[in-house]
């Protein structure tokens, strides 16, 4: 498959889970891509099996809360092979998992700055040039948090919710430019944040013996399988801006099957 040949993708939090798994199937079909996270060892793992695979891929250690390090790594993908044509904006923390009145506001706001502030500084770096190129395609991952309220989950909830909406207004922003924003919920993953989810006690995150219920009744997909759902947004013939998707959805899923076969 080289649906993506000649694309460059830049996939923040691409050290693991959802994130690793987007940048493996953006490789596997041609872009060369960008990964980024704040853990060099996970990125450079991640990588060399690209390029084990025939792929081209650079490791881009970034704290995508950090705007100077957002500019760098855009700046890192246009040395590499190109200006970015895709990103996958999929960086986030789960912290804190507590009651509001208990919370550090250190991790608090530290989460906004990641799941929010983040998301925005990614895009708002790789916007400008797909506009002149007239040509983009930018994806936000979201969770059922968005739309969801959660006791325990202010921090995390107001994050998504706010993504949401990002997403919606952008798209407004980008009608006829050939640049679309969508947003994608991959739903419940066997990722090292879901397991982070299960440890946090019932007291401080009451719905975590629904994580935990979701593991060992099965329910918990290998991310590899939603990450199908991210390369078809980022395909040049899809049109999906200011959607928000979620894999659970079976129409989604019959068209991501049509074009990209398992």
């Not at 959802?18 to 490789?27: I, K, P, T």
């Not at 500019?71 to 996958?88: N, S």
């Not at 906004?112 to 990614?122: C, D, K, P």
């Amino acid at each position: 498959m080289a649906e993506l040949s000649g694309h460059v993708a830049i996939v923040t939090g691409g050290g693991r889970g959802l994130g690793r798994a987007v940048a493996e199937r953006l490789a596997g079909m041609g872009a060369a891509v960008v990964v980024a996270s704040r853990n060099a060892p996970e990125l450079d793992e991640v990588v060399k099996g690209i390029k084990r695979a025939g792929g081209r891929a650079l490791a881009q250690t970034a704290d995508i809360g950090d705007e100077r390090q957002v500019q760098e790594l855009v700046l890192a993908a246009e040395r590499f092979v190109g200006p970015a044509t895709i990103l996958v904006n999929n960086a986030g923390m789960v912290d804190p998992m507590v009651p509001l009145a208990r919370s550090n506001a250190t991790l608090w706001l530290r989460s906004v700055a990641i799941n929010v502030g983040g998301t925005y500084l990614a895009t708002r770096a790789v916007l400008p040039g797909m506009l002149d190129r007239g040509y983009g395609r930018i994806v936000m991952i979201l969770s059922g948090a968005a739309t969801r309220p959660s006791p325990g989950w202010t921090a995390y909830s107001a994050g998504k919710a706010a993504v949401l909406q990002m997403t919606r207004s952008l798209a407004l922003e980008l009608g006829g430019t050939g640049v679309t924003a969508a947003a994608f919920n991959p739903g419940y993953m066997d990722t090292e944040m879901q397991e982070r989810i299960r440890r946090t006690s019932t007291a401080d995150f009451p719905r975590s013996d629904e994580y935990r219920a979701a593991q060992r009744e099965g329910k918990l997909s290998d991310p590899k399988v939603p990450a199908r759902a991210v390369a078809y947004l980022v395909l040049p013939s899809t049109q999906r801006s200011g959607e928000a998707l979620e894999w659970s959805d079976e129409a989604l899923r019959r068209q991501v099957e049509t074009a990209i076969p398992a």
